[in-house]
């Protein structure tokens, strides 16, 4: 059985300013584990996975995530976002063909 | 060229009438699902179907029904609609299934489903 927890439901930042999306998952299994983004009125779109190799992870839109095997976390981190990211972002882990959404975490951009 | 398209965006009907959701993917996958998100923004799987076989069938009534005529479409066949299908509904799609759990899945933009 795999799960996936995003701690914060909601991360409201300031423009310019740095932003972590946190996420901790438990799997039984090989961990393969993704970020998407949605926005408003849309369908998700990939940001970035971990499938191995190199923890840290680059994805688009200047978002990168690092794996932490032992604290089982897959956080995601932008160092200045900008009014543009304000969207819901789902961590999801996967197992065979089945992806395990998290709740989402809305990230609110202000001015 | 849309990847993964979905008709119709937007659905209202009453409740005890029978819909359907159409889906297709340009994208040459092998593999296609059917995902409910809740009012909440909660995404769970429904269906998933690689090459027209029924891979993943989660705990959801019988009254729905997918359909995948070619590996390129995979419907949704909705009978007796009651309030609590209210959702948006997600087609999405990846090139294989599997054990990999590796590939991306591409994701359609959704119908808003509302029964009234």
Not at chain 1, 48 to 61: A, C, D, M, Q, W
Not at chain 2, 92 to 103: E, K, L, N
Request: glycine residues 6%; charged residues 20%; neutral net charge.
């Amino acid at each position: 059985a795999q799960s996936v927890t995003q701690l914060d439901s909601q991360v409201p930042v300031f423009e310019e300013a740095p932003v972590e999306l946190r996420c901790n998952y438990s799997s039984s299994v090989s961990v393969y584990l993704f970020w998407y983004v949605q926005y408003p009125n849309q369908g998700l779109q990939l940001l970035l996975k971990y499938l191995s190799g190199s923890t840290l992870v680059k994805g688009i839109n200047g978002f990168e995530a690092e794996f932490n095997k032992s604290q089982t976390s897959f956080h995601l981190r932008k160092p200045s976002v900008h009014i543009s990211d304000t969207a819901e972002y789902f961590c999801a882990v996967s197992s065979g063909s089945r992806l395990t959404f998290g709740e989402g975490t809305q990230l609110t951009v202000n001015p | 060229d849309t990847a993964v398209s979905q008709t119709p965006k937007y659905l209202v009907t009453q409740m005890g009438n029978d819909k359907s959701i159409k889906c297709e993917q340009n994208l040459g996958h092998d593999t296609m699902y059917w995902y409910k998100q809740d009012s909440k923004k909660f995404l769970k799987i429904m269906f998933s179907y690689n090459n027209k076989e029924l891979i993943i069938n989660e705990t959801v009534p019988n009254r729905f029904s997918p359909k995948s005529p070619d590996k390129a479409h995979l419907n949704l066949h909705i009978n007796s609609l009651e309030l609590g299908d209210s959702a948006v509904y997600f087609c999405a799609s990846s090139q294989a299934a599997g054990v990999r759990g590796t590939d991306t899945q591409y994701f359609g933009p959704g119908t808003r489903l509302t029964v009234l």
